[in-house]
């Protein structure tokens, strides 16, 4: 399994430049790959949690993956997460990311499972990159639906991108809330970044008034909160 994700990973990056030229034309393609990718990314490794006395570095092998939290009460509680399940989820929400960012605006037939799909996954808790790479996905779905929609493709409304981002308003600020390390909560900012940047280039209404001053709220939060985490 581990070989099969080794070779994968490069195949789709190879395959999302491909993408890229290729626009509209790559999307029969995609459609093919989309199932394998939403499975992949929906997977639900093999998990066990217990407590233990202290970090224990000798115990691990290639197939479990080991995270400590330590107790304030002492010790630590340890979570083994199956390590080739947890790269094939890695690979395939990593996978989607890459072919919205390449196809750009030819990626709008495929927006509605890739955000339903990256939503899931904006509270997993055993990998911060599949939270991060989540998030990577709404910010690409966002600038997709805002430039085809600038543009009449592939029958997206002006509307649609500013309802997405609408839609995405309360998980993404409540993800933030909850979100403990940098790496995650910098990628669901980028998500409002992205979208006042395609809101500039686009002229979609991608945030009205009133949502763009809860954004400003939400980012001088933030701003509080990274320093804690950089701690």
Same mark, same amino acid.
């Not at 790269?87 to 196809?103: C, H, I, N, R, S």
């Not at 543009?151 to 002006?158: D, L, N, Q, S, W």
């Not at 008034?209 to 954004?215: D, E, I, K, N, T």
């Given at each position: 399994?581990?070989? %099969? ?6 195949? /789709? ?5 491909? #993408?890229?030229?290729?626009?509209? #034309? ?11 990718? +939403?499975?992949?990314? #929906? ?7 217990? %407590?233990?006395?202290?970090?224990? *570095?000798?115990? @691990?092998?290639?197939?479990? %993956? ?28 990593? =996978?989607?990311? @890459?072919? =919205?960012?390449?196809? !750009? ?14 939503? =899931? ?18 910010? @690409? ?12 493709? !592939? ?5 649609? !991108? ?18 403990? *390390?940098? *790496?995650? #909560? ?7 970044? *992205? ?5 500039? +280039? ?7 008034? =009133?949502? +763009?001053?809860?954004?400003?709220? +939400?980012?001088?939060?933030?701003? /509080? ?7």
């Amino acid at each position: 399994m581990l070989a %099969e994700v080794a070779l994968l990973e490069p195949m /789709h990056a190879s395959l999302a430049k491909m #993408a890229g030229p290729m626009g509209a #034309a790559f999307q029969p393609h995609l459609a093919q790959l989309l199932p394998l990718l +939403l499975t992949a990314a #929906a997977v639900v490794p093999e998990t066990t949690v217990d %407590e233990v006395e202290e970090v224990k *570095e000798d115990d @691990e092998d290639a197939s479990i %993956e080991s995270h400590y939290v330590q107790l304030k009460t002492g010790g630590y509680t340890r979570v083994r997460v199956n390590t080739a399940q947890m790269q094939d989820k890695v690979l395939g929400v990593g =996978a989607l990311f @890459e072919y =919205a960012q390449a196809l !750009g605006s030819s990626f709008a037939p495929f927006v509605q499972p890739a955000v339903e799909a990256a939503l =899931a996954l904006l509270g997993y808790s055993f990998s911060l990159h599949v939270r991060q790479q989540a998030a990577f996905v709404l910010a @690409e779905c966002v600038k997709c639906l805002a430039t085809a929609g600038s543009r009449g493709e !592939g029958g997206v409304a002006a509307a649609d !991108g500013a309802a997405l981002m609408g839609s995405l308003l309360k998980p993404l600020s409540e993800a933030l809330h909850k979100e403990k *390390e940098l *790496e995650p #909560a910098d990628a669901l900012l980028s998500v409002f970044l *992205e979208a006042l940047k395609a809101q500039r +280039l686009t002229g979609a209404p991608l945030l009205a008034p =009133a949502a +763009l001053s809860g954004v400003v709220e +939400l980012l001088k939060q933030q701003l /509080h909160l990274d320093a804690r985490r950089r701690e």
